[in-house]
């Protein structure tokens, strides 16, 4: 096992109510590099883990007046994460036993060897370190997922992040719609992290990228032996999200049959792996996202009406790039410094007002995944302190398509749009959201549009 740095030097306090025998196994931790003191007393242990003094504790577990138990708990009441090890005879395992129940990291039997002992200290602090990384970890994602972390300045995205604040704390599933590329992930995420259920898994699927049977088992899991290839057994995203958020993306791929199964687990809180004979227990909250109409699915028959019921607590509509143009120069530099960071030999410092220009020009098809794959393209490939037009993909350096003749007849811009808005809704059988998406308009232009007083 390689030795954590500089756990050695860490400071161990040995308390057992025979002084002889606990000067001999801090004697023994000296020899190796810990900073080791012993003490008889109990009382006097106390009063310095109080003090704070010490990284880790040996403490004996029978003693007259302030037994190992009761040290246990001071020790842990004062420092959750300070590890303990409690010695015993083995009269005593028992209570030994409890003692790690109780929160004690490992129980030794005398005699023991004082190299068993520096091998479970150096366990016990390698496990810390690693608990603490893990906590700082968790708030580092926390904080890059949050609300705070999306970045928006237009009307519609302000309106998705009240709805994502009001009911981040709420039990009801969230249906994320929009393209593809335009955040629906990073909504899901900032739900999950601004909700109390932030320190369980936050557990993620592509439903669009399995194939029905591989996805059964994703979500499900199985027992061993339950299929061709099932060697072993499999808890499934459900139980490992238990307490947390599952997010299923593209949940308008997801096949009828498994569509039941997975109504069955919404409505029960339950599920049952392939091939098992019970059920298990499991509190998830369920968020979804698509980039399809899940109400011409159900008219089409291809997704589950009642599923539809399940998943529809609360939608959130996340508008294309296009349609939220102010917010590209926003999105754009928060990519240019998060490639700087990923390349920091790039000579790219800032974009030109040529490259701004051509950014807010462009359609953005691939919405805000394109917009952030070109910059990291520019920030890698750019050889000045600016990134100019020739760094960016060749598609956004098309030319403009040219204006259309349009005859004679001119009428206001106003009318024109009233009569094309009314045009194309009728033309999509009066679904407004798809009226908006052909556009490249949002809801509350197409009202303003369709309700425009001729002029």
């Known amino acids: 096992m390689s030795e954590p740095a500089g756990q050695r030097d860490a400071r161990v306090l040995v308390i057992d109510d025979d002084s002889a025998f606990a000067e001999t196994v801090a004697d023994g931790l000296l020899a190796l590099g810990w900073r080791a003191t012993p003490l008889g007393s109990p009382e006097r242990a106390a009063r310095l883990l109080q003090e704070g003094q010490f990284d880790a504790l040996v403490s004996d577990l029978r003693m007259p007046t302030m037994d190992g138990l009761e040290l246990l708990k001071l020790a842990k009441q004062l420092a959750p994460e300070r590890p303990v090890i409690i010695m015993t005879a083995f009269s005593a395992i028992d209570s030994a036993v409890e003692c790690v129940r109780q929160g004690a990291y490992h129980y030794l039997t005398k005699p023991f060897k004082v190299a068993e002992l520096d091998l479970f200290l150096l366990r016990a602090l390698e496990n810390r370190a690693l608990r603490r990384a893990a906590r700082e970890l968790r ?37 994320v719609v929009g393209e593809t590329g335009v955040g629906k992930t990073q909504v899901a995420r900032a739900l999950h992290a601004e909700s109390e259920r932030r320190d369980a898994p936050f557990v993620s699927v592509n439903c669009a990228a399995l194939p029905e049977s591989l996805l059964e088992s994703e979500l499900f899991g199985h027992v061993r032996g339950a299929f061709t290839g099932a060697s072993g057994a499999r808890s499934g995203l459900f139980v490992e999200a238990h307490g947390g958020t599952l997010f299923l993306d593209e949940i308008g791929d997801m096949k009828p049959a498994l569509q039941a199964k997975l109504l069955h687990a919404i409505e029960n809180g339950r599920v049952r792996p392939i091939g098992a004979s019970k059920e298990r227990e499991v509190d998830v909250r369920i968020v979804t996202a ?7 699915l159900v008219a089409a028959g291809s997704f589950r009406e009642d599923l539809l019921y399940r998943l529809e607590g609360v939608v959130i509509e996340l508008p294309p790039l296009r349609q939220r143009r102010e917010d590209i120069p926003l999105l754009a530099e928060r990519f240019l410094a998060e490639a700087r960071t990923r390349h920091p030999r790039a000579t790219v410092e800032r974009f030109s007002p040529a490259a701004t220009r051509a950014l807010l020009a462009y359609r953005w098809p691939g919405n805000v995944r394109e917009l952030e794959h070109a910059v990291g393209r520019a920030v890698l490939l750019g050889r000045g302190r600016e990134i100019e037009p020739s760094d960016l993909p060749s598609p956004m350096l098309s030319e403009p398509t040219p204006v259309r003749d349009f005859g004679d007849s001119v009428i206001p811009v106003r009318e024109l749009q009233k009569r094309y808005a009314a045009w194309a809704l009728e033309r999509l059988g009066g679904r407004k959201m798809v009226t908006c998406e052909k556009l490249g308009i949002d809801a509350k232009t197409l009202a303003k549009w369709l309700a425009s007083d001729d002029e």
């Open 139 to 175: 708030r580092a994602l926390d904080e890059r997922y949050a609300l705070g972390a999306l970045i928006g300045q237009s009307a519609s995205m302000h309106d998705a992040f009240e709805l994502v604040r009001r009911v981040a704390d709420a039990e009801l599933p969230v249906v």
């Open 290 to 296: 698509t980039h399809r109409d899940l109400r011409r």
